[in-house]
């Protein structure tokens, strides 16, 4: 029978989301589920880990080097704890995509990203090219799959687990040549991005920094998050972890409402698995209504607000 | 200090890829080829590094067939000093890939090797953390800001939180995003130029690097497609629809 490693994401003591998408992944593998929590003090994402349905154990690992996820501080002390287990998965987050392919080569394997779907303990489905192709991809059976799962791809398993938390002391020699410096957290009362079930997003139609008020004030109408296009990042309107798309973060929210955005494959990319995407967009030849299930061709000042008071 | 750069060729950022009928792959015929994006922003990191002092040579790397002189000539248009071609067949994985690297980064001694976050044909995003890795050297990935200075890298780095900042002893492996600089233009002169800068050219086999193709890639599928939406005239017409979708 299989058994699989979950490395838990967690920040500020709270268990990120993304990791009870992993359990599902695993869920679907089939096999005996343990989560790693790697921390300072690990007990508080420890317990949320234990709480959630189909996880057999958590494994504790307090180590003052791992009160920042320093990938190759963690990476080490993963590939022991891999012993004996047929899967390790993390999260397809910055998280995981930083530290699990420091993983895969200790254990001397592939790694396989970005999983979608499985449809055996070796084989997956995964997308490529900016998601224009999905791939079946099998990993070797003689050794640990290391994967990173796709969490836009996955629901998040239940809360009515009640696994034992053991606490573990891992020996392995760590590395000093890193120093954490600081984490420049946007903060914000509104949902967090990746795992809302409504999104406001705006791209460069939106115009400024100040015109983003806007964005906003559907969003708090809505109660969703605030995403936003590369274009929007890289002109300064909103900060970089508001991207959505390739290479900023890939959602799955029941609501998708764009706003001033062509729709670019690379921000598609980020918004393929939405339940209902909205796009709001002067250009009725935008791409973005070629994948739209609700478009309104308009000057987005005038049918943004006029939104909003209609809520 | 030199600097060696990953530079990767792959199907251009624009092309619309397609699937083969007949799922054994996509179509790459006739297909425009470029630098990977991250990679370029690679270069152009470790030119503006040279044009600072800190590095005094720019080495780019690429491992790929044959035919990929042109797309080393590029780079070193852009800048580098000469080039490294490790010629394959077929495209390798991220595992061989990082094991090359980390063959060449031994030959050569680079005080920093900088990649992209991601291969966008693969879209992997593991080759920067393998080679840093079976190197014994720290990763900074997803950089945004990179400043070198007194045998450290301090560097901002792209999360999902926010913007985190790592320090790390020299020698370090870099991997790129794509708000980290925005790569110069090749002018004519400078492609005239790079007509005389060195390539070196060595057979993957000549390496005696343990192959990492430990993945198969049994079959290809065009995503589930969307199906075609509504247009709505208005935004009574929109707060209606949405309303019928039980979304409000
Ligand atoms: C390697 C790579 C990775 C990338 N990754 C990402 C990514 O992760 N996410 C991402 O988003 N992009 C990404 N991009 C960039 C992408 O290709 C596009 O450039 C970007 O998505 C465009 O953003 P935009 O739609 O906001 O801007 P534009 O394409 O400029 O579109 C603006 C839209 O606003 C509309 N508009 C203007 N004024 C109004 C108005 N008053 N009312 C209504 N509509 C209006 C216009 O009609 C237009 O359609 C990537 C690119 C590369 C090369
Ligand atoms: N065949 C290759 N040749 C040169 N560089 C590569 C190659 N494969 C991967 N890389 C580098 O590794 C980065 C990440 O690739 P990947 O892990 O495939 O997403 C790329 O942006 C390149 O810098």
Redesign the pocket.
């Known amino acids: 029978m299989s058994k699989i490693l979950i490395i838990a994401e967690h920040l500020d003591g709270r268990l990120n989301p993304a990791t009870a998408k992993c359990v599902s992944a695993a869920q679907a593998i089939g096999g005996e589920i343990h989560v790693a929590v790697l921390a300072a003090d690990p007990s508080g994402p420890a317990a949320e880990a234990a709480r959630l349905e189909g996880v057999a154990k958590v494994l504790a690992v307090a180590n003052p080097a791992n009160a920042h996820p320093i990938a190759q501080v963690l990476a080490p002390q993963v590939a022991r704890l891999a012993e004996g287990c047929s899967h390790v998965l993390g999260p397809s987050t910055t998280f995981g995509k930083d530290l699990m392919p420091c993983v895969a080569a200790l254990l001397g394997t592939a790694q396989v990203s970005d999983v979608m779907a499985v449809e055996g303990p070796h084989v997956f489905r995964r997308p490529i090219y ?1 998601g224009n192709a999905i791939v079946t991809v099998e990993a070797p059976a003689d050794r640990p799959v290391v994967a990173t799962v796709r969490t836009a791809s996955w629901p998040a398993a239940g809360e009515g687990g009640a696994a034992t938390v053991e606490t573990v002391a891992v020996d392995a020699p760590l590395p000093a040549h890193t120093r954490f410096i600081e984490l420049k957290q946007g903060k914000s009362d509104r949902p967090d991005l990746q795992s809302a079930a409504r999104v406001v997003s ?6 400024s920094a100040e015109n983003f008020a806007l964005i906003h004030a559907l969003a708090d109408k809505l109660g969703a998050a605030v995403g ?6 890289d002109a300064g309107y909103v900060p970089n972890e508001l ?7 890939i959602i799955a929210p029941e609501l998708y409402i ?10 598609l ?2 918004i393929k698995d939405a339940g209902t995407i909205v796009a ?4 009725p030849d ?1 791409p ?1 209504f070629e994948v739209a299930d609700i478009g309104l061709v ?4 005038q ?1 943004v607000p006029e939104l909003t008071r209609a809520l | 200090m030199k600097i060696l750069v990953a530079y990767k060729r792959v199907v251009d ?1 624009n092309v619309r890829i397609q699937v083969k009928p007949d799922g054994s792959g996509v179509i790459t015929d006739g297909v425009k080829l470029s630098a ?3 990679d370029e922003i690679a270069l152009e990191e470790a030119l503006r590094l040279r044009e600072k002092g800190i590095a005094s040579e720019v080495v780019i790397a690429t491992i790929a067939p044959a035919d990929a002189q042109p797309h080393l000539r590029n780079g070193l248009a852009m800048g580098a000093n000469r080039a490294i071609h490790v010629v394959a067949d077929a495209a390798v994985q991220p595992l061989t890939a990082a094991r090359v690297l980390h063959r060449l980064v031994e030959k050569e001694q680079p005080g920093l090797v900088i990649l992209g976050k991601q291969a ?1 044909d693969d879209d992997a995003s593991q080759t920067g953390q393998m080679l840093a890795t079976l190197w014994g050297r720290p990763q900074a990935t997803f950089a945004s800001k990179v400043e070198v200075a007194e045998g450290r890298a301090t560097v901002v780095r792209e999360v999902d939180a926010g913007l985190e900042t790592l320090e790390v002893e020299l020698p370090a492996v870099i991997t790129t995003d ?1 708000r980290l600089n925005e790569p110069r233009f090749i002018k004519l002169p400078d492609i005239m130029k790079a007509k005389s800068k060195p390539i070196e050219t060595v057979p993957l086999a000549e390496l005696g690097v343990e192959s990492g193709d430990l993945l198969r890639y049994t079959r290809y599928a065009p995503p589930p497609a969307r199906s075609r939406g509504v247009m709505v005239k208005d935004v009574p017409e929109l707060v209606a629809a949405l309303k019928s979708r039980g979304l409000l």
């Not at chain 1, 991207?243 to 973060?249: D, E, L």
């Not at chain 1, 764009?258 to 921000?267: D, K, L, R, T």
């Open positions: 900016a705006g791209g460069r139609g939106v115009g936003a296009s590369r274009a929007a990042v991207q959505v798309g390739q290479t900023g973060k764009a706003v001033g955005i062509s729709g670019a494959i690379q921000h990319t980020g709001i967009n002067k250009d935008a973005i308009g000057d987005l000042f049918v | 950022y990977n994006p991250f966008i794509l």
